[in-house]
């Protein structure tokens, strides 16, 4: 199992800019892919970014293209959400995910194919 903790959320102007942090302990391996979702008020949880930490390959939902960066530190186990031009559509959850996956390709999109979560970390955007 593993251990994820989510942390730097916090409330922001929009136009700003935050960055996510989370740390995975216990069992983890370089095969892992690690995934940032998102839930507002209301709405289903979403899929955000993702990196596969053997390769560094990535994956962003088309809504934050261009705004957010995924990043890996595979040495302290941490993988961070670089956020930026943030707006009120932008306010929510964030949830940091894992999975055992593949060596190659690119890290899963879908929530149902995470097997480990964190307990989420909010981020809100007043405009």
């Known amino acids: 199992q593993v251990q994820l903790v989510e942390s730097g959320g916090g409330l922001v102007q929009a136009g700003g800019s935050l960055r996510l942090s989370c740390v995975a302990s216990?069992?983890?391996?370089?095969?892992?892919?690690m995934a940032w979702f998102r839930q507002a008020p209301g709405k289903e949880r979403e899929f955000v970014a993702a990196?596969?930490?053997?390769?560094?390959?990535?994956n962003y939902a088309d809504s934050v293209k261009g705004r957010f960066t995924i990043s890996r530190d595979n040495a302290k186990n941490t993988v961070y959400l670089q956020m930026s031009s943030l707006n009120a559509e932008d306010t929510a959850v964030y949830y940091c995910?894992?999975?055992?996956?593949?060596?190659?390709?690119?890290?899963?999109?879908?929530?149902?194919?995470?097997?480990?979560w964190g307990q989420g970390t909010q981020v809100t955007v007043s405009s």
């Open positions: 995910a894992a999975r055992t996956g593949y060596i190659i390709g690119y890290p899963a999109t879908l929530q149902s194919h995470y097997t480990d």
């Open positions: 216990g069992r983890t391996y370089s095969n892992f892919d």
């Open positions: 990196i596969k930490l053997s390769s560094g390959n990535l």
